[in-house]
Structures are given as structure tokens and as C-alpha cells.
């Protein structure tokens, strides 16, 4: 199931709480999680789990994970459904699905874990 939520919707905390500060995720993904009020959270639940998730801020991808291709690759069809994303700084363990998701991946000199997708 997807949900789509801010910071002050009813029980973002509550499937989110664990994201913020996880040094898990923040090694996995090399990006630090912040529940910042101008980002829109798409968030893949199963079982009542987050399984993956996105944020978006002002058509920019802030944020991106997911435990498996599958859940990240219909977040982000949903996510270029909704918004016109604009260049986007993002982690490049990802790299593969933001090319099948139809995204164009720009390698950037200076940026040894992150891609710049649009």
C-alpha cells in the first residue's frame, strides 16, 4: 500500500519515527533522513512496514530508500506521475532503478555517493 504524507499528517510519526536518525539506512543509503515541513513522503508500507519510501520537496527529490527494487521502482513511477521532477541530488545505490523508472542519471564530478537524476 502506498500512503502519501507530510510531517503533520496522522500517524506519520508512527510509521516514520524510526526512519529519522536511523544509522542503518543512513549507511545503506549515505543520506541523512529529516522530517522537514516542506517535504511530501511517499511512503510503501506491507504488513504496516515501511518498506520504501521518497520524499519530495518543491518538485526535487530529497530523499529515497527502499528494501527491495520492486517497492522503489512504483514509488517512483507514482512520484513522476504526481510531480514534475526537476534535478535532483540522490543516493546512487539506486542508479539502476532511476534509469528503469525513466529518469536520466547525470554522474557529477565531486559527488562519490550521489547522482544527479531529472
Do not use: C, P
Amino acid at each position: 500500500m502506498i500512503l502519501k504524507m507530510n510531517n503533520k499528517s496522522e500517524k506519520f510519526y508512527e510509521y516514520m519515527g524510526r526512519i529519522f536518525g536511523s544509522r542503518v539506512i543512513q549507511n545503506q543509503t549515505n543520506d541523512r533522513i529529516y522530517d522537514d515541513d516542506n517535504k511530501m513522503w511517499y511512503i510503501y508500507l506491507e504488513d504496516e512496514r515501511i518498506v520504501a519510501f521518497v520524499s519530495v520537496s518543491n518538485n526535487v527529490i530529497k530523499n529515497i530508500y527502499g528494501v527491495k527494487h520492486k517497492y522503489l521502482k512504483e514509488l517512483l513511477e507514482e512520484v513522476r506521475k504526481e510531480n514534475r521532477i526537476m534535478f535532483s541530488t540522490v543516493t546512487n545505490i539506486y542508479e539502476d532503478i532511476y534509469t528503469e523508472t525513466g529518469f536520466k542519471v547525470n554522474k557529477t564530478d565531486g559527488f562519490k555517493n550521489f547522482v544527479v537524476i531529472s
